[in-house]
């Protein structure tokens, strides 16, 4: 059984900085991409930021130099470092982890349970 278990959110103030942290834990083989997204009341989900295996890192256009994704294998922990937040940046954060459970098998994806991320302006 994989859980994925997050930490960070909270309320800060325009400007300010927040560190999100997703950890893994179970029976993990090898974890490929992991993931950021958010939900905002009333509005569908989206990909923030993600970082696959090899490191390459992709953003949502608006979080760009502001946000940046790490991860730390041994750890089996995805970062999320939020800088110059803005209250639109307000929503439910959720991490997200594709992972094998044993050499050349499947991938599977495990979502976190979210935290939620205020800003106020």
């Known amino acids: 059984q994989v859980q994925l278990v997050e930490s960070g959110g909270g309320l800060v103030q325009a400007g300010g900085s927040l560190r999100l942290s997703c950890a893994a834990s179970?029976?993990?083989?090898?974890?490929?991409?992991m993931g950021w997204y958010r939900q905002a009341p009333g509005k569908q989900r989206e990909l923030v930021a993600s970082?696959?295996?090899?490191?390459?890192?992709n953003y949502e256009e608006s979080v760009k130099g502001r946000f940046t994704i790490s991860r730390d294998n041994a750890k089996k922990t995805v970062y999320l470092q939020m800088n110059s937040l803005k209250p639109e940046d307000t929503a439910v954060y959720y991490c997200?982890?594709?992972?094998?459970?044993?050499?050349?098998?499947?991938?599977?994806?495990?979502w976190g349970q979210g935290t939620q991320v205020t800003v106020s302006s």
């Open positions: 997200k982890m594709h992972i094998r459970y044993r050499s050349g098998g499947p991938e599977y994806a495990y």
């Open positions: 179970g029976s993990i083989f090898s974890i490929n991409t």
């Open positions: 970082i696959t295996g090899g490191g390459i890192t």
